[in-house]
């Protein structure tokens, strides 16, 4: 009895992967076009308009095969071991993270009393993978790009673990599914609205700006500037491992993008009551999807910051404010009897 429980919770966990594995795979495809639609508007160009015909659709799958056709190189001088495990990890702290997210009141790969605290923690991995990666490539170019990526991704976890804080006080819980129940009532209970908690509108700005720099893009991108350092931590990466980084980049924007929908807009819950109709998963997909899209805008708007602006903004303002989000709502909380 006790051996057919663990068979079917394995298959039942295996299963879950496998579906995380390939909904990932369709975020990257999905989002690599999206994001050269979203490039071509920016700067009055089409972008792709003729592989699959229909505003060249396809063209995000014809470079996906492109990429996995591509001959597999290891540098002579590489640490072979490393230079093949970095992928595979950058990967992994991405797929994990994912297993936590509550896309429907029923629909949660792991359930996790310590949910948000579990995703914070997987998703750290990927420092490590990118570490790994430029040390193996015995690359100048890549160890730059990984020290830089390192450091970046390390100073801006701290804003952003900060910017959940005043969340977690008002849910009372780290459950992510706590945190989205906490929220219910429409899009006057979420915690976005200041009306409910100044602090915590401040607060999701802080976790925005944040995940940019998290998910090292424009106008964060540092760790991979070509002008400066060919592609950084992965200049030396070719085929199915340099698709591998590709792919977790894609997988790891959206994955921020579900947790600031979970967090701060109300996860799976409709806006308004009247709306009521539309999926749960469909409303928490949607949300995430217009938070890629604000990712996008901004990549596409904004210049590359220098390092040490991009250092200062973390340590000398976003930090100190989100310590202010974090008092503040709690003095808020205890004033208006909001805390559980």
């Known amino acids: 009895m006790g051996l057919d429980t663990t068979g079917a919770n394995i298959s039942v966990a295996s299963l879950m992967a496998v579906l995380m594995f390939t909904v990932m795979a369709l975020c ?108 193996a490539s015995n690359n100048k170019w890549a160890l730059y790009g990984a020290a830089r990526g390192a450091a970046q991704m390390i100073s801006y976890e701290i804003p952003l673990a900060l910017a959940a804080v005043p969340v977690v006080m008002r849910a009372g819980s780290l459950n992510p599914q706590d945190i989205v129940i906490s929220q219910q009532g429409g899009i006057w209970n979420w915690n976005i609205n200041p009306i409910t908690n ?42 199915m491992r340099f698709a591998f980084f590709f792919l977790a980049e894609y997988a790891n924007l959206f994955l921020v993008s ?16 009247g709306m009521a109709w539309i999926p749960p998963a469909l409303n928490f997909v949607i949300k995430g999807v217009l938070l ?20 200062h903004l973390c340590w000398k303002v976003m930090i100190p404010v989100s310590l202010i989000c974090v008092v503040g709502a709690g003095l808020w909380m205890m004033a208006w009897g909001q805390l559980k």
């Open 198 to 239: 100044p602090f915590l509108f401040i607060a999701f700005f802080m976790y925005f700006i944040a995940s940019i720099a998290e998910t090292n893009r424009g106008p964060f991108d540092m760790p991979e500037t070509e002008s400066e350092l060919v592609a950084g931590y992965h200049t030396e990466y070719t085929g």
């Open 28 to 135: 990257a495809i999905i989002f690599t076009w999206m994001e050269r639609k979203v490039a071509g508007f920016m700067q009055s160009r089409y972008g792709p308009m003729y592989t699959g015909r229909w505003h060249g659709w396809a063209q995000a799958v014809a470079d996906m095969l492109k990429i996995l056709g591509k001959e597999d190189i290891i540098p002579a001088e590489a640490d072979k071991g490393l230079f093949k495990f970095a992928p595979i990890l950058v990967l992994l702290g991405s797929l994990l993270a994912w297993a936590a997210i509550p896309w429907a009141p029923d629909f949660v790969a792991a359930d996790l009393d310590l949910g948000l605290f579990y995703i914070f923690a997987a998703s750290s991995l990927v420092v490590i993978g990118i570490l790994m990666a430029g040390w």
């Open 258 to 273: 579900m947790i600031a929908a979970m967090v701060f807009l109300g996860g799976w819950w409709a806006p308004f009551p």
């Open 292 to 311: 890629v899209f604000l990712n996008m805008w901004v990549r596409w708007t904004l210049p590359r910051v220098r390092v040490d602006q991009l250092m």
